[in-house]
């Protein structure tokens, strides 16, 4: 949660202002891409990068994951410019939403507008299999405490944001025409957050279906919010790595996701650099 407003603010302050340090000055990218587990690949597509370690840049939490690497890229994808974030921030490695958000509140001060959030998942719903994409149209928030807890921060939204919209309507709507177009199977769906790090059990997954969701994971949530709330556009891609627990004999074991979340990778990468060059 957030305690100190305005300590908060000054270190979302001091990180925008050190990544602009490091950038050019007519550089300014709308779109900042974050990279799920497994789906470090589309950083190797970025040209005339500049690279900024996490571990630079005041303020930012150190990604614990394996498979998240650390480091946001600055540079041109497909033609446009980008910010890319390799490596993301967890509730389960221990960070308050709040810390784990924070990334989002300095692209919020560095002029990005649209936020795509890719994730790997478990799948839930009837015809999923490893490998399957899944859009996500809304999510299920229930087990993630808010980001927004603690004073409002007053400059970027409310108090109490609508949440009727947080996934831009027009931008499922492009990324299924996009899929389309490049020959790749796009379903869409719900997205439950679970804390993690353990895994989900047989009947939290029933639970889940009955209330809708078609994949679940431990991230993306937390900041679809904070986004929402600093008015930024967001789509977001799941990528299931797996049938989600009790959905198939075998027990859920992270090698295999992050085995899983490389083979998917390269359509899920494709997606999105299809999808930059049409917003
Ligand atoms: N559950 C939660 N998170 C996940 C899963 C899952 O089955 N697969 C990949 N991330």
């Known amino acids: 949660m957030i305690n100190d407003k305005e300590i908060y603010l000054t270190d979302i302050r001091n990180a925008s202002a050190y990544i602009k340090s490091r950038i050019p000055e007519d550089f300014s990218p709308e779109i900042c891409i974050v990279l799920g587990s497994g789906l470090g690949p589309l950083a190797s597509d970025v040209t005339d990068e500049i690279s900024i370690p996490y571990a630079d840049i005041p303020g930012f939490p150190r990604s614990t994951v394996p498979g998240h690497e650390g480091r946001l890229l600055a540079g041109k994808l497909e033609g446009r410019d980008v910010f890319m974030m390799s490596g993301r921030f967890h509730y389960y490695e221990g960070f308050d939403t709040s810390v784990a958000t924070f990334y989002v509140r300095v692209m919020a001060l560095l002029g990005v507008k649209t936020l795509i959030l890719t994730n790997a998942a478990g799948g ?8 399957s994409l899944m859009v996500i149209k809304d999510h299920i928030s229930f087990f993630c405490e ?5 004073p409002n921060l007053d400059d970027f939204g409310p108090r109490f944001p609508d949440q009727s919209h947080v996934y831009d309507e027009g931008y499922v709507t492009k990324l299924e025409e996009c899929a389309e177009e490049i020959g790749i199977e796009l379903f869409h769906g719900t997205y439950a957050f679970c804390r993690g790090p353990q895994y989900e059990t047989p009947a939290e997954i029933q639970a889940l279906k009955l209330l809708g969701a078609g994949a679940v994971g431990m991230s993306t949530v937390p900041e679809a919010i904070v986004a929402a709330h600093c008015g930024m556009k967001i789509a977001a891609i799941s990528c299931v790595t797996n049938l989600a627990a009790g959905l198939s004999d075998k027990p859920l074991n992270h090698q295999e996701v992050m085995e899983n979340a490389a083979k998917v990778s390269s359509s899920c990468c494709a997606l999105v650099k299809r999808f930059i060059t049409k917003i």
């Open 124 to 131: 839930i719903k009837e015809g999923f299999k490893p490998g």
């Open 146 to 150: 808010s980001p927004l807890r603690g």
